[in-house]
């Protein structure tokens, strides 16, 4: 069982820029960043494998950046250019087999608490 301990995040004004991180308690084969705003379905922004391959929805490509840190078992998000349709509460996930690189909600088996972004 894999824990996921997210950090970061808060309210900025539009254009801002903010920063999320995710600590897991062991190995992961991919990871990812899924956002929910209130009356919302759940979105896949951003995931990358253990390869360092990338996946971004369109809707962030461009302005968010997803990286990770191996040695820290430890992932990133930077969020640039923020806009107020990317408030939501933002959730880090992780899984450890190989079901390939998605941003599919079902493909990852375990989940932060889950962090606000409030853009203004």
């Known amino acids: 069982h894999v824990q996921l301990v997210e950090s970061g995040g808060g309210s900025v004004q539009a254009g801002g820029s903010l920063g999320l991180s995710c600590v897991a308690s062991?190995?992961?084969?991919?990871m990812g960043w899924f956002r929910q705003a209130p009356g919302k379905e759940r979105e896949g922004a951003a995931a990358?494998?253990?390869?360092?391959?990338?996946s971004y929805a369109d809707s962030v490509k461009g302005r968010f950046t997803i990286s990770q840190d191996n040695a820290k078992n430890t992932l990133y998000l930077q969020m640039n250019s923020l806009k107020p349709e990317d408030t939501a509460m933002y959730y880090c996930?992780?899984?450890?087999?190989?079901?390939?690189?998605?941003?599919?909600?079902?493909?990852?088996?375990?989940w932060g608490q889950g962090t606000q972004v409030t853009v203004s």
């Open positions: 996930a992780a899984e450890g087999l190989d079901y390939g690189l998605t941003r599919c909600a079902d493909d990852f088996g375990y």
């Open positions: 062991g190995y992961t084969y991919k």
């Open positions: 990358i494998d253990s390869d360092g391959s990338t």
